[in-house]
């Protein structure tokens, strides 16, 4: 396959793409050199240094979904109890067998690292409101229209929020089908890989084809370098021996093998920016791209999920009644099951009908145990309240005091924690939303010949939190009235349901009213008309 490459690009001798340069050193004549993008060949995926950060994902990730038996190490001394029970094998024969108990039985998960992630993303799916062009008309209008049509922010917004939250960090990038249609999606972080000069980045993933038990894994890439001249696009795939990646193979013909319809290599001219994107939760300079919200909280979770375990344990242990029945009454009946059985053995069902010792008059009575939990519970809550607050989440949000407040004003107090949380990932997801949009415009503009001016897209964001409609309308009209909103955004802001024909209709029925009211046939007189003589 046939392709121009940017400057300073060489190929080496195992196939892998290697873009450098070459820096002049001290000395006359000396060179060096240093690497840019990625190397897969000859190293386990994900790649160095990237390999620990995707493996604090995978723990996160099975933080969020309740999976803490894995993780967990007090989880796992619970994860096999054996115990001899007897089972019947015939009419009248029993014998002992050993029984695994899963932890599935014991340990509890009590799991809050998932309303951490949740929390934020609930907010913002319901505050996403709608996306337009920053024109009232032209072509702009109409191509953003499609991509939002096609790209469905609204319905993907809380998936995303939710994993930037546990991964820390998501992607985006931008796609074009041969029908002409433009989008953008969202991708996992762990498949987001910047080249160290910035001017690059690789989005690589496994793909697997065969039987369940024998199939053959590949590494797919697309890499996107930016030169002088431009973004070139580029397909790679790669052998994988099981961690390990193997050597290059073609890319087309692993394309006509598995009859799927990959992308041509390309050369973008006049393009200088990335066709994709990375959204960093709470970045450092020492973690540039990002920590998931779920750190420093998963040894709380831990010990809440103990706490409540060993509060079980006890109960299944000793929370049943017992039946105690006296020493001869237990002779008795398994003297008769030894001779009815083979075996010495007292069953429940054997004690429904029981006499009892007339001269003592020893009789069966249930023994019942009475713990004391009060400490537990106060424990646990006490745990649960320092993970929100490490994590910045309101108690609101976990049911843990009331969340009810009598205006907006007062709702916002008391969700202020998580509110401010929610406004700053808000305001990532503004900018990554408006970034992909405007790169959509910008491939449109590279292959499908058009001029579109260039520019970031309106997002209107609602509230965060829920209002009465009473209340809403309220400030929504003294926006207008105040003169600081106009009659267009007052009322899609109070129908944010609405169609645009339907707006622009309420729009025109209230400007006809308005002109109606201010018409006195007191003082508006129609103008004077001097009649000659005819």
């Known amino acids: 396959m046939m392709q121009w490459l940017p400057l300073g690009t060489r190929l080496s001798r195992s196939g892998d793409l290697k873009c450098c340069i070459l820096i002049n050193g001290l000395q006359a004549g000396r060179k060096k050199v240093i690497k840019l993008t990625i190397i897969y060949t000859q190293k386990s995926f994900p790649p160095p240094p990237f390999d620990r950060e995707i493996g604090m994902m995978m723990y996160y990730r099975l933080l969020y979904e309740g999976e803490h038996a894995e993780i967990f190490p007090r989880a796992q001394s619970v994860t096999k109890e054996r115990k001899v029970v007897r089972r019947r094998v015939g009419v009248r024969s029993w014998r002992q067998v050993e029984k695994v108990f899963s932890a599935d039985y014991q340990y509890i998960v ?112 697309e890499r996107q370098r930016l030169s002088a001249q431009g973004l070139s696009a580029q397909q790679l795939v790669y052998k994988m021996e099981g961690d390990n990646v193997a050597a290059e193979i073609n890319i087309d013909q692993y394309s006509a093998d598995h009859d799927m319809d990959i992308p041509e290599d390309a050369e973008l001219k006049g393009v200088h920016e990335l066709l994709c994107g990375v959204v960093t939760n709470e970045e450092t300079l020492t973690h540039l791209r990002g920590r998931s919200a779920l750190r420093n909280i998963d040894g709380l979770q831990e010990e809440i999920n103990w706490t409540i375990t060993r509060d079980a344990i006890v109960f299944e242990k000793h929370g049943k009644p017992k039946l105690a029945i006296p020493r001869a009454l237990w002779d008795t009946v398994a003297n008769q099951n030894h001779r009815d059985y083979g075996a010495r053995f007292v ?54 005091e009331e969340g009810k407040g009598d205006s907006g004003v007062a709702l916002l107090y008391l969700w202020i924690q998580s509110v401010i949380k929610a406004e700053a990932v808000q305001s990532k997801f503004d900018a990554a939303i408006k970034s992909a949009i405007r790169k959509c415009m910008i491939l449109e503009n590279a292959i499908g010949g058009t001029s579109l001016k260039v520019a970031n897209p309106v997002v209107e964001w609602g509230d965060l939190l829920p209002k009465a409609d009473s209340e809403k309308d309220t400030e929504e009209i003294a926006k207008y009235e105040g003169g600081v909103q106009s009659l267009e955004t007052t009322v899609r802001r109070m129908h944010p349901d609405w169609s645009e024909k339907a707006i622009e209709s309420e729009i025109q029925k209230i400007r006809d009213e308005q002109a109606a009211e201010g018409m006195n046939p007191t003082f508006t007189q129609p103008p004077k008309v001097n009649l000659g003589d005819s």
């Open 110 to 221: 009590a799991n809050f690292s998932s309303l951490v992630a949740e929390v934020p993303a609930d907010l913002l799916n319901r505050s996403l409101g709608n996306i337009s062009a920053d024109t009232e008309k032209g072509p702009e209008l109409e191509f953003v229209s499609s991509v939002v049509t096609a790209s469905k922010p609204n319905e993907k917004i809380w998936a995303a929020v939710t994993q930037h939250q546990v991964d820390g960090l998501v992607a985006y990038r931008i796609r074009r089908d041969e029908s002409g249609s433009v989008w953008f999606e969202w991708i996992l972080g762990d498949r987001y890989f910047p080249h160290d000069d910035g001017r690059g980045a690789d989005i690589a993933w496994i793909e697997e084809w065969g039987e369940e038990n024998r199939k053959d894994r590949f590494l797919r890439v």
């Open 347 to 400: 069953r429940s069902d054997d004690l429904e009908v029981v006499s009892f010792d007339e001269k003592t008059g020893a009789v069966p009575q249930y023994i019942t145990w009475d713990a004391k939990t009060a400490q537990s519970f106060e424990h646990v809550t006490r745990l649960i309240k320092f993970m929100l607050s490490i994590s910045k989440t309101s108690p609101q949000a976990a049911g843990l």
